[in-house]
Nanobody, 124 residues
Framework: QVQLVESGGGLVQAGGSLRLSCAAS???????????MDWYRQAPGKQRELVAG???????NYADSVKDRFTISRDNDKNTVYLQMNSLKPEDTAVYYC???????????????WGQGTQVTVSS
């Protein structure tokens, strides 16, 4: 099974910045490639929402609520995706999850892999 591990969450004041990382690994083999990678978030009492995504070719897309504040990037050599979050607002408070829709490994293709989430709390 492909593992996604998020890190970088924490408590920050409004206007501050955080950088989230999502590292993909495969314990019983090797990852050949992963196509798109997405960041979602879920605030208490709300549905999980897509925050940002990046294609295999590196093209990003963003939810309107984070456009011009968040930047998604990837390092294919490290099988890692990043989410740089600037000008954070209290409404950005949520658990942030990364998702890999398709991951190609030497043992086959894995679909819809999720990380365990990392908490981001923005104080006003």
């Amino acid at each position: 099974q492909v593992q996604l591990v998020e890190s970088g969450g924490g408590l920050v004041q409004a206007g501050g910045s955080l950088r989230l990382s999502c590292a993909a690994s495969f314990a019983t083999g090797s990852i050949f490639s992963f196509n798109a990678m997405d960041w979602y978030r879920q605030a208490p009492g709300k549905q999980r929402e897509l925050v940002a995504g990046i294609t295999g070719g590196g093209s990003p897309n963003y939810a309107d609520s984070v456009k011009d504040r968040f930047t998604i990037s990837r390092d294919n050599d490290k099988n890692t995706v990043y989410l740089q979050m600037n000008s954070l607002k209290p409404e950005d408070t949520a658990v942030y999850y990364c998702n890999a829709p398709i991951v190609a490994t030497n043992r086959g293709i894995f679909y819809d892999s999720w990380g365990q989430g990392t908490q981001v709390t923005v104080s006003s």
